[in-house]
């Protein structure tokens, strides 16, 4: 879970709102230029130009005029609106389609007023109001870019869709009379330059209120800076599209605003939303020295009125704890079901892999609209320099209104967060808003998912729930019994409730049944320490032992109304082409793509800050054993298919799998025939039936 955190982007972002004359749309410099002068043609001062990208860069000028798969800067981008839909607009050089025919002056008339070349209003999507504070220097610079350092690109302006009363732009002039100054900034004499350059950029061309700053009854942004009596209104938040753009004021230390600018990520949050895009179009671009005047500068502002600021440092006392109710609440079963595996126990998610949701503000904030978004939609990391890889989290539509408001309550409430509880209300009136009719919105498989919530309403809950935290702490719980860093949810995925990952569901039903591996037939107990002396290279549980009678207990909740003869969807792993040949040196190149950053270069698994192991090893001293079935190269290929890496699109609910059948076997043949401990009673194995062709031995 992240925050959205946006900076800039209101122009993409549609929002009823405003007089009945105004609409929300992106005016951008449409190319309506009849009687427009031509602009000289002369080449401008290469220096000038390049600090013209610069300033593009600041303003995220190509978000906005770039279509999906358009060429940058030549409009086209669909935006839909209540009142119709509008396009954005090309603005590269050319002359018949973009702004080849704007002088500087009406450049600038459009950039500071809103007044295109023809002399038709803008509609204030468009940020001009912000623009306005620009330098002439800026200006001129943004200009000479514009029309010297973009290539040309004939492509036609789609004309605005716009319902009446909405097409008629005469109200925009009264708009503009009463809430646009056009006067450029001016530094505050009383502060140092590193402050006023980060006012200048965040009121500027950073545009950071548009999202950020609430809207009055015209729609209009109710303060443009901090000062004067309405700037306590200045980026105090706001909800646009329903997504909540935070408050701005004072919301973290410079160090962590400037590394999440920079990166997308922090020690509290990682970009979603419309901000990922800006920080991948824009902020990690932008110079050290101005992402830090930027963050000088919202450090500076004492928190808005409606949101408290997160706090500076964990809350020492509950972060990095498990909360007492984890194992006996609905909220906090749901959590170690759906939502433990990325953000962790004790909610301190995985660094630079997944965010935190212990201090995270997305989360402790009063309006909870970005919570409830991204726990309904889903969510992207932003793709930097410093973290080129995306990661994701897939929607949660599946699980009921009431199921989310009791995980998200969990969530508010947990390591010191501090936030008040949701209702189910509140999760349905936002599924209304953002769950769309598409069928990939919605995972619609038929594989039943066990709610691990529901063992708490069975008269033998205490067992069950200790059965199934032995599947999922396994090495903690029984430290005498796991030889390795492994769990049984390792392949167990999310302790044995997703589909194709090896689930529990309706296994005990086909006990006792016959093992070729044995050569007899086997009863559960039997299977379950097969799993302690192979995969967790361990030794077995005593059969009449609490514990084995708790994960057998575990079993059978699993079952459900399951018979021997039933077919589970989703059951097992899966299968894999038998007709296709491994290629070691291709898996060594996917292992080091898709694997290590949480497998460890090496295969040693990913530990925490404090030493505990997160993610596990694949191979060494500590890792599964010969024996284990992901030692064979078949069958670990079948598990990495639909399962691995877990983040890499939307599969409910870990967003696992997504390579290829060619790159899971490579992948699978190169890390099971790594160094391995080896399984001493392998010799009694297949006494009867063929040994399959990928056995280790």
């Not at 803008?122 to 200006?139: F, G």
């Not at 749901?334 to 301190?348: E, L, M, T, W």
């Not at 929607?395 to 501090?418: C, K, M, P």
Request: with cysteine; aromatic share 8%; glycine share 10%.
């Amino acid at each position: 879970m992240d925050t959205p955190f946006n900076l800039r982007r209101f122009a993409t972002s549609p929002v009823v709102a405003g007089l009945a004359f105004l609409a929300l749309g992106l005016g951008g410099l449409l190319a309506h230029q009849a009687g427009a002068t031509t602009a000289p043609t002369s080449a401008a001062d290469p220096d000038l130009v390049k600090r013209g990208e610069y300033v593009a860069r600041l303003g995220d000028c190509i978000a906005c005029h770039t279509a999906p798969q358009g060429k940058p800067m030549a409009g086209g981008l669909e935006l839909k609106t209540p009142f119709g839909t509008i396009y954005s607009t090309n603005i590269t050089p050319d002359a018949k389609t973009g702004i080849g025919n704007y002088t500087y002056e009406q450049f600038d008339r459009a950039m500071r007023k809103g007044v295109t070349a023809d002399g038709h209003n803008l509609y204030p999507a468009m940020p001009y109001p912000s623009y306005a504070k620009m330098s002439e220097e800026d200006m001129r610079a943004l200009f000479a870019y514009l029309r010297q350092g973009v290539p040309a690109v004939d492509q036609a302006n789609r004309q605005s869709e716009m319902k009446w009363p909405f097409s008629m732009r005469w109200g925009l002039s009264l708009w503009n009379w009463a809430f646009l100054d056009a006067t450029p900034f001016k530094a505050d004499a009383q502060k140092d330059a590193v402050w006023n350059r980060g006012a200048y950029l965040v009121q500027g061309l950073g545009h950071c209120g548009s999202c950020h700053t609430p809207r009055g009854i015209a729609f209009q942004e109710k303060a443009m800076s901090e000062a004067g009596s309405k700037g306590k209104h200045y980026l105090a938040g706001e909800t646009v599209e329903s997504w909540r753009a935070l408050s701005l004021r004072g919301l973290w230390t410079v160090e962590d605003t400037t590394l999440f600018l920079k990166t997308g990520q922090n020690r509290f949050a990682t970009a979603s939303g419309n901000m990922a895009d800006v920080i991948h179009h824009s902020t990690q671009h932008v110079k050290d020295d101005d992402l830090v005047a930027i963050a000088t500068y919202l450090k500076s502002l004492p928190p808005g009125e409606h949101e408290l600021a997160a706090p500076s440092v964990p809350r020492s006392e509950v972060a990095g704890k498990v909360p007492d109710n984890l194992f006996t609440s609905r909220g906090g079963l749901a959590y170690v079901q759906f939502c433990g595996d990325c953000h962790r126990q004790d909610g301190g998610g995985v660094s630079k892999i997944f965010p935190p949701l212990a201090g995270n503000p997305a989360v402790t904030a009063k309006e909870p609209a970005t919570l409830l978004h991204i726990t309904l939609t889903g969510w992207k990391t932003a793709s930097t320099a410093a973290h080129p890889r995306v990661f994701t989290m897939p929607g949660f539509a599946r699980l009921n209104d009431q199921e989310l408001a009791e995980l998200l309550t969990f969530v508010r409430a947990s390591w010191g967060n501090g936030g008040e509880a949701i209702t189910a209300s509140q999760v349905k009136n936002m599924r209304t808003e953002v769950v769309k009719e598409d069928p990939k919105a919605i995972d619609n498989s038929k594989f039943e998912t066990p709610r691990l919530a529901d063992m708490l309403g069975k008269p033998n809950a205490t067992q069950l729930v200790r059965g199934m935290r032995l599947h999922l702490e396994t090495r903690d719980l029984l430290p005498n019994n796991v030889g390795d860093q492994l769990n049984c949810t390792s392949c167990h995925l999310n302790a044995g409730t997703v589909a194709d990952g090896s689930p529990f569901v309706g296994v005990s039903a086909m006990f006792p049944s016959y093992a070729p591996r044995a050569g007899r037939v086997i009863t559960l107990e039997d299977r379950i320490n097969g799993c302690f002396k192979r995969s967790m290279n361990g030794k077995p549980l005593p059969v009449d032992s609490p514990d084995m009678k708790a994960m057998v207990a575990y079993f059978d909740w699993m079952k459900g109304a399951t018979k021997p003869e039933d077919k589970v969807p989703g059951r097992g792993v899966g299968k894999i082409d038998r007709s296709l040949t491994p290629d070691p040196d291709n898996g060594k190149k996917v292992y080091a793509a898709q694997c290590a950053i949480c497998h460890g270069e090496n295969g040693e698994g990913l530990k925490s800050a404090d030493g505990k192991m997160v993610y596990p090893p694949l191979w060494g001293d500590e890792s599964f054993n010969i024996g284990a079935g992901l030692a064979r190269t078949y069958t670990a290929a079948a598990f990495v298919k639909r399962n691995m890496p877990i983040g890499f699109h939307n599969n409910f609910p870990l967003g696992q799998g997504g390579l290829s059948d060619q790159e899971a076997l490579d992948v699978a043949e190169y890390f099971s025939h790594q160094p391995r401990p080896d399984f001493p009673e392998k010799v009694k194995d297949w006494p009867k039936d063929k040994k399959p062709a990928d056995a280790r031995y």
